[in-house]
């Protein structure tokens, strides 16, 4: 059974930064690609930034271009997303989801994807 593990949400000002983690475990993670997804208080899951299996693709939502970059180590079985320039239209919780694929194919829309993680909060303050 795949389980993913967010981390590294809190509280930051506006300008500021955060990186989330996301660890995986029973799945072969290479095999995977990986996307990170918000939701807001209301809204529907909005499709932030994803990464094929091998890291050298990766697919950005329009509002995070520029600021949001994801990563991922298969080594460590985790992916990243490092957050600058943080506004506060960011807020919201942040999930990380697994997706089988294929090649260098990075998926925008949250169905696409079958496996997700619990979420971590991230709170971005004018």
């Known amino acids: 059974q795949v389980q993913l593990v967010e981390s590294g949400g809190g509280s930051v000002q506006a300008g500021g930064s955060l990186r989330l983690s996301c660890a995986a475990s029973?799945?072969?993670?290479?095999?995977?690609?990986m996307g990170w997804f918000r939701q807001a208080p209301g809204k529907e899951r909005e499709f932030v930034a994803g990464?094929?299996?091998?890291?050298?693709?990766?697919e950005y939502g329009d509002s995070f271009k520029g600021r949001f970059t994801i990563s991922r180590d298969n080594a460590k079985s985790t992916v990243y997303l490092q957050m600058n320039s943080l506004k506060p239209e960011d807020t919201g919780v942040y999930y990380c989801?697994?997706?089988?694929?294929?090649?260098?194919?990075?998926?925008?829309?949250?169905?696409?994807?079958?496996?997700w993680g619990q979420g971590t909060q991230v709170t971005v303050s004018s």
């Open positions: 990464i094929s299996r091998g890291g050298g693709r990766t």
């Open positions: 989801a697994a997706d089988w694929a294929p090649g260098g194919i990075v998926r925008i829309t949250a169905t696409e994807y079958d496996s």
């Open positions: 029973g799945v072969t993670f290479s095999s995977r690609s």
